[in-house]
């Protein structure tokens, strides 16, 4: 019977690896062909692996939480062949292969292009400190990290991780590096770094048997790890705004029903404030990029991520590709189809990556305003309040008068290494006049 070999399927453009999260079938159990037999994770969503072929398997060479390159082989296949309940014949990979390590170097985008190496033993991080292994695994983004950060092994290893079996997580490292005093050295070294940081961590009072401990699941760890890297990377400001949208909540009410008769989707205020945000960018591309390094990359398609909580209360951002090219009715159907995704865990990799620019609509939770934290590798995110009637003045041809208008707050965070004052205020407005001027003659 041949042997077919399973291998990391690719996810998504510009995703080069995935952590596997469980294997649905062991060595020795066959499987049918399109049949799910592992769940896999990046950076973004959880997505399951059918099989290839019908049969049995053979090997397997990666386990749980392990972090496998795009194209490497997971399993093997006997393909056509049934199930042996022989123990004995059934053929288990190796402890020294999942105990293995990567090779890390930058990718195209800055990102971490890790590939499966099993002979690299893992080194200290110093280029002066002799060659060792260790029996505690890293992985090559804690690799990646210490060495970006200057740590020495010794010090990598002497922080209590939080994962399964004592792994060191990113957020493991990230908390030392907030928190830690005098770094420790490695023999020999002539230089004695400066500290990080002098004010200690807080102590957390806790009382037994009243506070609960609950430990942050996968995809909370990786939001919060995220959001750490965002604020540390990029110096935030936050302008705000107030916008008038009467007209345009009066033409929606006017006109969603008969908009759902014809299109068979809803019509939600989120299309109307994408369409808004993607006219304002083809005004300003500059919003409209990325920093790499000492370099601006200006992105010539719109893609607009909108922040979306999941049931479980974490976040994601799906992503409506190319919004400046599409209709009301092409965006409403691409938000509600993403939305729906989002709440029955049915993403695909390929819809939450890639975003330019990216929205959050805290209102639908009752806030009045947010301050939202950039999605990297973005420089702005827009935050859209609740839309809400209250009294105002308004200008009229008999002079001011009061009115009930319905109003909401608009929050642009930006990135302050690239984008400035000016922009980030006339970028602002403009999102709010296109708003506020919305034509209410819009053919449905």
Do not use: C
């Not at 592992?38 to 692996?49: G, Y």
């Not at 930058?106 to 400190?129: M, Q, R, V």
């Not at 949208?245 to 019509?267: A, G, M, P």
Request: proline share 5%; no cysteine.
């Amino acid at each position: 019977m041949p042997i077919i070999e399973f291998k990391m399927p690719k996810m998504g453009e510009s995703i080069s690896e995935a952590t596997i999260i469980s294997w649905l079938k062991k060595v020795g159990d066959s499987v049918d062909a399109e049949e799910t037999i592992l769940e896999v994770a990046t950076d973004k969503v959880d997505s399951e692996v059918p099989s290839p072929v019908s049969g049995v398997i053979t090997e397997i060479r990666f386990q749980k939480d392990a972090i496998v390159g795009v194209g490497e082989v997971l399993a093997l296949i006997a393909q056509g062949q049934k199930s042996n309940q022989d123990e004995s014949n059934q053929h288990v990979a190796s402890e020294e292969r999942f105990e293995a390590t990567f090779k890390s170097q930058e990718g195209d985008e800055g990102k971490e292009n890790l590939s499966y190496n099993p002979e690299i033993e893992i080194k200290s991080f110093e280029a002066n400190n002799e060659q060792r292994t260790t029996d505690n695994f890293l992985s090559p983004l804690i690799i990646s990290i210490a060495q970006k950060e200057n740590l020495s092994l010794e010090e990598v290893q002497s922080i209590v991780g939080s994962g399964t079996e004592g792994r060191i997580q990113k957020s493991d490292i990230f908390s030392y590096l907030n928190n830690r005093k005098y770094a420790i050295q490695s023999k020999p070294t002539t230089q004695i770094p400066k500290p990080t940081a002098d004010y200690p961590k807080p102590k957390i009072d806790f009382t037994a048997g009243k506070d609960r401990i609950i430990e942050m699941d996968r995809m909370r760890r990786m939001i919060a790890d995220h959001m750490v890297y965002s604020k540390h990377t990029a110096p935030h400001v936050t302008s705000y705004i107030e916008v008038d949208v009467t007209h345009l909540v009066q033409w929606r009410n006017q006109n969603k029903e008969r908009f759902f008769d014809k299109y068979q989707e809803k019509l939600t205020f989120t299309p109307i404030f994408v369409a808004a945000v993607a006219k304002a960018i083809q005004d300003f591309p500059m919003i409209n990029v990325s920093v790499d390094g000492k370099n601006i990359i200006v992105h010539a398609d719109i893609h607009i991520g909108m922040a979306t909580a999941l049931p479980n209360g974490n976040l994601i951002v799906p992503v409506v590709r190319n919004a400046n090219e599409k209709s009301l009715q092409e965006l409403a159907k691409a938000v509600n189809h993403l939305a729906e995704s989002s709440r029955n865990n049915k993403l695909k990799p390929d819809e939450v990556q890639g975003s330019t620019f990216t929205i959050s609509n805290v209102g639908t939770f009752g806030s009045l305003m947010g301050t939202p934290i950039i999605n990297q590798p973005e420089v702005a995110i827009l935050a859209l309040g609740i839309i809400k009637k209250r009294p105002e003045v308004v200008t009229t041809s008999k002079g001011d008068e009061i009115a009930i208008r319905s109003m909401m707050y608009l929050s642009l965070s930006f990135d302050h290494r690239v984008v400035d004052g000016f922009l980030g205020g006339s970028f602002l407005r403009k999102i709010g006049d296109y708003l506020e001027q919305f034509d209410t003659n819009t053919a449905i």
